[in-house]
């Protein structure tokens, strides 16, 4: 018994849909491949580095976990997007000078890329909490990118995409995705705090057990560099 013209055409359409799914299985694993793949050992260029400049809730922790990724030549704690010229962490704690905490990155685009920065951005902090990191509260806490290009913005909102459809945090992101204008260093007490204060009461119950965790996953990458692996 032969097969009908209709019998044909709907094997050649699930043939069709079928190689379809097949390709575009292929690419995302491919993707991931790329994204997961180790950071090379090779030395950084300090002539050409560019910055990034992060808002991921308290800088204590998000500056002692970019400090310890290959690639990255500095992490300076501060603050950014606000209005109030050269401001106190007292001022910004009272939330009424707009900026947010912030990091400032220093990194060697050929070893470490502005979009694997913003692999370790989401990872380390709740992008879909408003003005808020855990128990930390308030707009100085908020969610934001801080770009420094057209390019670096395009990169932003295409990760943050990839990032919210894969759900890796439940719900809706809330991160800003803001032109840079102005950074200003925080006090020299909060550079490299969690390394000269891990016992602070704060330090040990939320910075600790998250600077372990991201030890953890970007261990097993083969993205730390050096020093934080010994």
């Known amino acids: 018994m032969g097969i009908s013209k209709s019998q ?8 069709r849909y079928l190689f379809i799914i097949l390709c575009f299985f292929l690419i995302n694993c491919n993707g991931q491949e790329k994204q997961s793949k ?3 050992n090779q030395k950084m260029d300090k002539n050409n580095l560019e910055y990034a400049t992060l808002a991921g809730g308290c800088f204590w922790c998000v500056e002692s976990c970019f400090h310890m990724l290959k690639g ?6 501060g603050y950014s997007g606000g209005h109030k010229d050269n401001p106190t962490y007292e001022e ?6 707009g900026h947010a905490e912030v990091v400032q990155i220093a990194f060697d685009p050929k070893i470490i890329s502005f ?3 913003l692999e370790v951005f989401w990872f380390l902090h709740n992008p879909t909490t408003l003005n808020r990191q855990g128990e930390d509260i308030g707009t100085q806490y908020r969610s ?4 420094h290009s057209e390019n670096q913005k395009l990169e932003a909102e295409e990760s943050m995409g990839a990032s919210e459809a894969k759900q890796e945090w439940n719900g809706k992101y809330v991160t800003e995705i803001v032109p840079f204008k102005k950074f200003w260093a925080a006090e020299t007490y909060h550079q490299g705090y ?11 119950a939320v910075v600790g057990p998250k600077i372990q ?17 010994n």
């Open 115 to 117: 979009k694997q920065l």
């Open 72 to 77: 990255v030549d500095s992490v300076v704690s």
């Open 8 to 15: 044909r055409i709907f094997f050649l359409n699930m043939t």
């Open 92 to 97: 910004v704690c009272t939330g009424t000078t």
């Open 213 to 229: 965790k991201f030890k953890k996953h970007f261990g097993e990458l083969g993205w730390l560099n050096e020093k934080a692996e």
């Open 194 to 204: 969690y390394n000269a204060n891990p016992t602070q009461p704060y330090c040990s």
């Open 144 to 147: 934001a990118i801080f770009y």
């Open 38 to 40: 180790p950071l090379t």
